[in-house]
């Protein structure tokens, strides 16, 4: 008996006509008949019996069609629990982090992570959020790590809540920044929404043109040479190394530009065992407390 036998077997038995079934299965009727007729030749029984009112199933035809159900979710049970397991034995995640979440937080968190789980691998991909976003509505990462605040069919978790600073060689009046230089860099739309905001909102125009790098290390560099100021979010970790003058960016009101770093992963996708337990350790050992 084949696969396909036991198939047809059990949608004859749930709907006893020859035509529907044939159809239903995507064969001629002809064809149909041929493996019937095999399987009471198989098994040396009569399954059906034809009559003016159609299909009647003998009292072997009742077993074996009764059979062929349970075989079939027997089957299918098996071959969920045989992908289950080629899964969670890959043990690859495949994460998207922000370039700066990379450099200052991510690599100490994987290494505390495969501490207790050494046979899981990571793959990371390192691009601007919303880039990032995106990849994680078209399936192409597991989970992500970003800044600022996306909406879609994601799950979130917050793990983070950065504040945003005037980085300058030396200090200097906000009202003198129309004046200076500034130093762009690499970022994604949510921090250039925040950053132009605040302009907006202290000085009451666009923000103005700037030379343009590419990440923010190099800013840092270029600042402490003296060629102008940035203004960005620092990670509660960064280090000094340029000793440059960190002033909190506030607005008007006093209050702190924030910004927030999510840990996301899809509402869609099939989670795996592996990627449960991932999930699980960010939002009960990284998730912010209290929020």
Not at 190 to 216: C, H
Request: glycine share 6%.
């Amino acid at each position: 008996m084949k696969d396909s036998d036991w198939e047809i077997l059990y949608e004859l038995y749930k709907n006893p006509n020859m035509t529907k079934v044939a159809n239903l299965l995507y064969m001629t009727q002809p064809s149909l008949t041929k493996r019937l007729q095999h399987m009471e030749s198989e098994f040396q029984v009569t399954i059906v019996n034809r009559t003016p009112k159609g299909l009647e199933f003998t009292e072997e035809g009742e077993f074996l069609g009764k059979q062929a159900g349970q075989y079939l979710e027997f089957l299918s049970k098996t071959k969920e629990k045989l992908k289950e397991f080629q899964e969670n034995s890959e043990g690859v995640i495949t994460i998207g982090s922000s370039y700066t979440y990379s450099k200052y937080t991510l690599t100490d968190l994987l290494v505390q992570y495969k501490q207790k789980h050494p046979n899981v691998e990571f793959n990371i991909i390192n691009e601007q959020s919303n880039i990032l976003f995106r990849k994680m509505l078209e399936d192409a990462i597991d989970v992500g790590f970003i800044r600022g605040d996306y909406d879609g069919a994601v799950n979130k978790t917050l793990i983070g809540r950065n504040e945003a600073y005037l980085v300058t060689k030396e200090p200097v009046d906000f009202d003198m920044l129309p004046q200076m230089q500034r130093i762009g860099y690499k970022t994604n739309d949510r921090t250039k929404e925040l950053l132009d905001n605040w302009w907006q909102g202290w000085f009451g125009s666009e923000a103005p043109g700037s030379m343009i790098v590419g990440y923010i290390d190099v800013s840092w560099q270029l600042i402490h040479k003296g060629l102008g100021y940035t203004i960005c979010f620092l990670p509660d970790n960064f280090e000094n190394t340029y000793d440059l003058c960190l002033t909190p960016l506030k607005n008007r009101d006093g209050s702190s530009v924030t910004r927030n770093t999510w840990f996301i992963y899809s509402k869609n996708k099939r989670i795996t065992r592996v990627l449960e337990d991932f999930i699980d350790y960010i939002e009960k050992e990284v998730a912010v407390k209290g929020k």
